[in-house]
């Protein structure tokens, strides 16, 4: 007795319905319909869908093939539980299987049984699950990704909390409508209270009255124009435990920065409280940075500071002594160039260098005097900002006597020679000198070749032997003075 809900009038609907009709049926109720006998054995089968049956080779491998080999290991019991339900013609259930396709994955099927009349064959429909374990998948990996978003922005909240609370300058969030304090890290409570006090409460309370004008101009202008400059005022004194802050009990001065955020639809002020420095700090720092101009000052080497222009805004006494300089005012105004390297060349690279790199090490090229003394020197560089202004720093070490130390220069013509003078004279001049270094290693192969026979090492070179006498003389190879007085 069957436990579902059947057609009322299945013989006034189907009675006229032949084998080919029902088949047609079966079909199409379904992706894919099996037909079971009661081995368990697939006798034939029906698909809607082409490329179904190609990933699992239904039409090759299945018909004879037993049903429960052509499931996953962990799906063959939902298959003996699906034959069991239809032999009992218990209400048909759906159950989903894994197939094994050709290329050896799984394919989710979602399969029914249905024992069909009198004899022992079972119809099996199934329905192709493929789209929605794709949709299911990508559902995993969506939740996989924002579970990992979650997971980063949980990361970056508790860096910022923690360098919130532990910066030295005291920070405050503020309200952007009510200008009341929502955050504050603890050195801020140091200064202002603890978070009773300060928690809640409007940021200008912190602050006599005038003063109280002063940082409700600020915020208003930060919120006008998206930034202000920042403001010195005085605080009112941090009221002990269980008293109120008076204007008659002055604080510390501080200067008070802001700037806008937002959060969500929320703007938010956040508000720093730098204090000022004491008189002791500031002197302390003026003394170490008097102490450093005078090193600079008097240092060995040369200092030189030049606006974007290359003219010079001030230079050490190391330089004028390089560039035979009596005053620091003959230099002042003057572009570099005009001592130091090719004129209109080295200057140009190294400040092309600057603009790009921020910094330049070790340059080499050569420095000139007033008066016609050289000296090779070595250039580092680096880009500043002074006073809002962009400018260039150049130290200038003589190298001259370092250079002396070291092992005799190559000689003049080999090849050493000219990758030296690389940026030190012109492409056409260095031609000129690599069509010589090659001409005159030629004539010496030549030479080496024929045994010093120069008749045969002028004729191997298609050289005439006056033009060979000539080459021989312009590059001082052979004692030509010797054969001249000896054929005399």
Do not use: M, W
């Given at each position: 007795m069957a436990l579902f809900k059947a057609f009322s009038t299945p013989t006034k609907i189907f009675g006229g319905l032949d084998a080919e009709g029902a088949a047609t049926l079966i079909a199409a109720a379904s992706d894919m319909a099996l037909v079971i006998d009661d081995e368990g054995a697939i006798q034939d089968m029906a698909f809607q869908s082409e490329d179904l049956a190609r990933d699992l080779d239904m039409e090759r491998a299945w018909i004879g093939r037993p049903w429960i080999d052509t499931v996953t290991v962990e799906s063959r019991p939902k298959v003996q539980a699906l034959m069991r339900d239809a032999a009992a013609r218990a209400t048909p259930r759906w159950r989903h299987l894994n197939q094994v396709s050709r290329g050896g994955g799984d394919v989710p099927v979602l399969y029914s049984a249905v024992k069909v009349g009198d004899e022992s064959r079972v119809v099996v429909f199934g329905r192709d699950l493929r789209a929605v374990s794709a949709l299911q998948q990508r559902l995993v990996h969506a939740q996989q990704s924002l579970e990992q978003d979650y997971s980063r922005l949980r990361h970056v909240e508790t860096r910022y909390r923690l360098l919130f609370q532990m910066s030295a300058e005291p920070v405050l969030v503020l309200d952007g409508t009510t200008a009341?304090?929502?955050?504050?890290?603890?050195?801020?409570?140091r200064l202002l209270g603890d978070a009773k006090r300060v928690l809640g409460r409007p940021l200008p309370q912190f602050f006599p009255p005038d003063g109280a004008e002063r940082v409700q101009a600020l915020l208003a202008a930060v919120q006008a124009a998206g930034?202000?400059?920042?403001?010195?005022?005085?605080?009112?004194?941090?009221?002990?435990?269980?008293?109120?802050?008076?204007?008659?009990?002055?604080?510390?001065?501080?200067?008070?920065?802001?700037?806008?955020?937002?959060?969500?639809?929320?703007?938010?002020?956040?508000?720093?409280?730098?204090?000022?420095?004491?008189?002791?700090?500031?002197?302390?720092?003026?003394?170490?940075?008097?102490?450093?101009?005078?090193?600079?000052?008097?240092?060995?080497?040369?200092?030189?500071?030049?606006?974007?222009?290359?003219?010079?805004?001030?230079?050490?006494?190391?330089?004028?002594?390089?560039?035979?300089?009596?005053?620091?005012?003959?230099a002042r105004g003057e572009t570099l160039d005009r001592w130091l390297g090719r004129q209109g060349v080295d200057l140009d690279v190294l400040i092309a260098n600057l603009r790009h790199r921020s910094s330049v090490r070790l340059f080499a090229t050569v420095l000139r005097g007033e008066y016609g003394a050289t000296a090779q020197v070595e250039v580092s560089a680096v880009s500043l900002t002074s006073g809002g202004q962009q400018c260039y720093g150049f130290a200038i070490r003589d190298v001259g006597a370092r250079l002396q130390e070291q092992p005799a220069p190559p000689a003049r013509g080999s090849v050493e020679h000219l990758t030296e003078l690389i940026g030190r004279v012109p492409l056409k001049e260095l031609v000129r000198q690599s069509t010589d270094v090659i001409e005159r290693m030629c004539i010496e192969a030549a030479l080496r070749m024929t045994g010093d026979n120069r008749a045969s090492a002028a004729e191997m070179l298609g050289l005439s032997r006056q033009s060979f006498y000539m080459k021989l003389h312009r590059y001082g190879i052979g004692d030509l003075a010797a054969e001249n007085g000896g054929s005399a």
């Open positions: 009341k304090v929502t955050e504050a890290n603890q050195a801020a409570h930034r202000a400059d920042d403001i010195r005022v005085r605080l009112l004194a941090a009221p002990e435990e269980g008293a109120e802050a008076t204007a008659d009990k002055p604080g510390p001065e501080v200067a008070v920065s802001a700037s806008l955020f937002r959060e969500d639809s929320t703007v938010l002020f956040l508000v720093r409280l730098g204090l000022a420095a004491s008189g002791a700090t500031v002197s302390a720092a003026s003394r170490s940075r008097a102490a450093l101009l005078r090193l600079v000052e008097d240092a060995p080497d040369g200092f030189v500071v030049i606006a974007t222009d290359g003219r010079i805004i001030t230079a050490n006494a190391a330089f004028l002594a390089l560039a035979q300089l009596p005053s620091e005012e003959q």
